[in-house]
């Protein structure tokens, strides 16, 4: 089953008494979990006595066994158990004996070898949720404003993906904050004054001055973001991660699809490889990692950080 037929079937009411809900985007697991729970209980006031949610497998037959308190079902959602990464296969055995009366629903990470998940295709719905490409990810923007009563075009919708730029529950709460800062019509100038550029986003551009051997702009960047209380400690992650895009970027080959980036960064970051050295890519890394080690265990202090930017951008 894909999304398309499971939205069916949840209109048509049509549900089945076990789901899978696996993949990248926790929004839209959330939002499915949500939707089959609302459908299964169809009284908002039976969601108390007969919807729980745990991230346990212990006592999941008794659980699954209780009888609905005034109501035709009742909802169990199941998250980050573990229970589809081969450890507990057990669970397995009680798939096809859950009873109608039972609507349970796994939002999990999922390893695709273990007896569990081959379990759950036989009696279970499993959908994989993704990222949307960007076009849906652009649709998706501008159903959210008009139903939270705003308008925005498809080309401001698409400069907003591309500034948050992450999943999409980051993307909704920045988009509640235009809601309630524009005007009835969302133009780019709000999404420039209110959006959070993200650190990862920012951290990019700091790597842009590092590329153009910029070193007093790179340390103003880097001071901006200490400014605005940002751990060194996390720059230097997400510094060292950066690298690592530019050093696969040398390659681009299914870059996109092994790092999980969206097309237009992907894009982006083989532009900007062609500005570094593969050998000084490794070094970067090796001496972000080094850095790292040598502050948690106090043998440098925090400034290092700044140290190694300026070092890499002269």
Same mark, same amino acid.
């Given at each position: 089953m894909d999304v398309k037929e499971l939205n069916k079937s949840i209109k048509d009411g049509n549900l089945s008494n076990l789901y899978l809900f696996y993949g990248e985007e926790m929004y839209l697991k959330n939002m499915y979990a949500a939707r089959v729970a609302d459908a299964a209980l169809p009284d908002p006031n039976s969601h108390m006595m007969n919807k729980e949610t745990t991230s346990a497998t212990e006592g999941f037959f008794d659980k699954c066994e209780t009888y609905p308190f005034?109501?035709?079902r009742r909802v169990l959602i199941v998250k980050n158990s573990g229970a589809f990464l081969g450890k507990k296969d057990a669970i *397995?055995?009680?798939f096809k004996q859950i009873p109608d009366t039972t609507v349970v629903i796994f939002i999990e990470d999922v390893d695709k070898r273990c007896k569990a998940y081959k379990e759950i295709q036989k009696y279970g719905v499993? %959908?994989?949720?993704?990222k949307p490409s960007d076009n849906e990810l652009v649709k998706w923007v501008c159903a959210v404003a008009a139903d939270l009563? #705003? #308008? %925005?075009?498809a080309e401001t919708a698409r400069f907003f993906v591309q500034t948050v730029n992450n999943n999409m529950d980051t993307m909704y709460t920045e988009l509640n904050k235009l809601i309630d800062y524009a005007d009835d019509v969302i133009k780019k100038d709000d999404i420039a004054q209110i959006s959070t550029l993200l650190l990862e986003n920012r951290v990019f551009d700091l790597i842009d001055a590092l590329a153009a051997k910029k070193p007093h702009l790179a340390v103003a960047m880097y001071q901006?973001? &200490?400014? =605005? #209380?940002?751990s060194p !400690? !996390? &720059? !230097?992650?997400?510094l060292e991660r950066q690298f690592r895009i530019l050093l696969a970027a040398q390659n681009p080959a299914n870059l996109a699809k092994l790092l999980g980036l969206r097309d237009f960064v992907a894009k982006d =970051? %083989? *532009?900007k490889a062609k500005h570094f050295d593969k050998k000084k !890519?490794?070094?970067a890394i090796a001496e972000c990692l080094k850095t790292d080690a040598y502050i948690k265990t106090g043998k440098l202090p925090e400034s290092a950080v700044e140290t190694l930017i300026i070092k890499y951008a002269t």
């Open positions: 005034m109501a035709d *397995s055995e009680y499993c %959908i994989d949720f993704e009563g #705003k #308008k %925005i075009d901006n973001l &200490i400014a =605005a #209380k940002e !400690l !996390l &720059i !230097l992650a997400l =970051a %083989i *532009s !890519l490794e070094e």
